[in-house]
T-cell receptor, first 112, second 118 residues
Framework: SQQGEEDPQALSIQEGENATMNCSYK?????LQWYRQNSGRGLVHLIL?????REKHSGRLRVTLDTSKKSSSLLITASRAADTASYFC????????????FGQGTTLQVKP | GAVVSQHPSRVICKSGTSVKIECRSL??????MFWYRQFPKKSLMLMAT?????????EQGVEKDKFLINHASLTLSTLTVTSAHPEDSSFYIC??????????????FGPGTRLTVL
């Protein structure tokens, strides 16, 4: 079952602006990951944050994790038209099964 | 980085036929692969865990006799949609763990297979 909820479901911004997407989950986790998916394509792994980490950066991406609130956010700074895609968070649950439970996703449109 | 391929990328078939989708890890070994399906504008739903050399583990609500999974080697898992119906039309995506990789929690996803059942 899908446990992640993301908001907003859709986001439209101008190039150069920042985009923030939020994800909430329900169970304990070992880590949380963010993925990107271009329309009709496979997933690209963006960043993984472990349950004992609070913030992580990768290029223009900044991810935060608040395990007390069971929530995470993905910030894309200085957005580009090429960032237009759907973004999903995924959690692995407390076991070490490797299974990922995906959030509903945020569709981001960056207008040039 | 680790590469996962899927074949075919797109398939159209008639109702009642069976369709096989392959998932291959090209440059690494994967003892575990996962199969997901995704409906348009929706998220990925885990269907089953494919383990090399053993039976697949299916998620609740997924018919194991309809979605046959075989993981015969460390680089190949197949998903066969048997007696396909139009409601089976979906985007099927596989993922694989990179056994022995530097980032063991990272899964690598295939590009997906678009199945359309007429």
């Amino acid at each position: 079952s899908q446990q992640g909820e993301e908001d907003p479901q859709a986001l439209s911004i101008q190039e150069g602006e920042n985009a923030t997407m939020n994800c909430s989950y329900k169970t304990s986790i070992n880590n949380l990951q963010w993925y990107r998916q271009n329309s009709g394509r496979g997933l690209v792994h963006l960043i993984l944050i472990r349950s004992n980490e609070r913030e992580k950066h990768s290029g223009r991406l900044r991810v935060t994790l608040d395990t007390s609130k069971k929530s995470s956010s993905l910030l894309i700074t200085a957005s580009r038209a090429a960032d237009t895609a759907s973004y999903f968070c995924a959690t692995d649950g407390s076991g070490n099964t490797g299974k990922l439970i995906f959030g509903q996703g945020t569709t981001l449109q960056v207008k040039p | 980085g680790a590469v996962v391929s899927q074949h075919p990328s797109r398939v159209i078939c008639k109702s009642g036929t069976s369709v096989k989708i392959e998932c291959r890890s090209l440059d690494f070994q994967a003892t575990t692969m996962f199969w997901y399906r995704q409906f348009p504008k929706k998220s990925l739903m885990l269907m089953a865990t494919s383990n090399e050399g053993s039976k697949a583990t299916y998620e609740q609500g997924v018919e194991k006799d309809k979605f046959l999974i075989n993981h015969a080697s460390l680089t190949l898992s197949t998903l066969t949609v048997t007696s396909a119906h139009p409601e089976d039309s979906s985007f099927y995506i596989c993922s694989a763990f990179n056994v022995g990789g530097g980032r063991p929690n990272e899964q690598f996803f295939g590009p997906g297979t678009r199945l359309t059942v007429l």
